[in-house]
């Protein structure tokens, strides 16, 4: 995996901001917003993609304190990297079986 500079990391919250901005007015019921699932969707997967390519905790800490889409994403991914390596580490036979499900 390629080193990300600071231009694509300020690129990356910009989008991470937006997206999640959009999923907080919407959960929060914002008079002003209007919900799109398409787009709901969309910023959430936008938002999942971004923190897993990075440490969110770390890369964008303003934005994981004062969003809450933010946090839980982030607490999300992490949780799901715990997992990944769990299940791979200790349970070698469930991993296995979990792949074959998969494909």
């Known amino acids: 995996m390629s080193k990300l ?12 901001t ?4 959009y999923l907080d007015a ?4 914002a008079k002003f917003v ?3 699932p398409d787009y709901y ?4 997967h936008l938002l999942q993609t971004i923190f ?5 905790s770390r890369t964008f800490p ?5 969003s809450a889409s933010a946090r839980e994403m982030a607490d999300s991914v992490e949780i799901g990297r715990r ?21």
């Open 5 to 16: 500079s600071q231009n694509d990391l300020s690129t990356l919250e910009e989008s991470a």
């Open 18 to 21: 937006t997206a999640a901005a």
């Open 26 to 29: 919407c959960d929060n019921g």
């Open 34 to 36: 209007r919900l799109d």
């Open 41 to 44: 969707q969309a910023c959430g």
């Open 52 to 56: 897993a390519v990075t440490d969110a």
């Open 62 to 66: 303003s934005l994981v304190r004062q």
């Open 83 to 103: 997992i990944d390596v769990s299940v791979l580490a200790y349970y070698p036979q469930l991993a296995a079986l979990l792949k074959r499900i998969s494909d």
